[in-house]
């Protein structure tokens, strides 16, 4: 883990904190990951910088071995969570795929507004949270995973993202690192 600095115009995109997603069991405890998120979103916002809230209300259309149900989704479960304080200035996103640039016009959002970097919170480490730094470092953005801000459903799939996929992505450390840097570059 090494995180190193962030460019001037970065952007925070929290993934999937939304009420069906946190009700899920998690390999960490949802109220320090939305803790977390939320100590982060206050930050950018004070900054004057992007905050992008993602929801997930559907999957991507495509045959796998694993079977997924996501057909009629209860009343509520896309609804963002309440704790990340939902500010007029955030943007909001709906994903029907794991990730968040996939037919969402994200990237176009961002790339108007200057954004070079992207900071990623929110469940899961190695679904959403995964994709959408793929998707962001393939499309040319600078990547920065707050580790302590994310969970995942087992331990194993968040470790694998963390110690494996992540540092090839981008770069990982805490909430209290993003914030020293975001507050440090601003001074």
């Given at each position: 883990m090494a995180l190193t600095s962030l460019d001037p115009q970065t952007a925070l995109l929290i993934i999937d904190l939304q009420r069906g997603v946190v009700s899920l069991p998690l390999a960490h405890p949802v109220a320090e990951v939305v803790k977390n998120a939320r100590a982060l979103a206050d930050a950018f916002r004070a900054h004057r910088l992007p905050v992008v809230l993602v929801n997930v209300a559907g999957i991507a259309p495509g045959r796998t071995e694993q079977v997924r149900h996501l057909g009629n989704l209860p009343a509520g479960w896309t609804d963002l969570i309440p704790e990340l304080g939902r500010q007029a200035t955030d943007q909001c996103i709906t994903k029907y795929t794991s990730g968040a640039f996939a037919k969402t016009g994200l990237?176009?959002?961002?790339?108007?507004?200057?954004?070079?970097?992207?900071?990623?919170?929110?469940?899961?480490?190695?679904?959403?949270?995964?994709?959408?730094?793929?998707?962001?470092?393939?499309?040319?953005?600078?990547?920065?995973?707050?580790?302590?801000?994310?969970?995942?459903?087992?331990?194993?799939?968040?470790?694998?993202?963390?110690?494996?996929?992540?540092?090839?992505?981008?770069?990982?450390?805490?909430?209290?690192?993003?914030?020293?840097?975001?507050?440090?570059?601003?001074?």
């Open positions: 990237e176009e959002q961002l790339l108007s507004q200057g954004v070079t970097q992207v900071v990623l919170a929110g469940i899961s480490s190695s679904n959403g949270v995964e994709s959408t730094a793929r998707q962001a470092y393939e499309l040319g953005f600078h990547v920065t995973l707050a580790i302590d801000a994310m969970t995942d459903a087992g331990m194993d799939a968040h470790v694998h993202s963390l110690t494996k996929i992540f540092p090839r992505l981008g770069e990982s450390g805490t909430t209290q690192q993003v914030l020293n840097l975001l507050n440090s570059a601003r001074v």
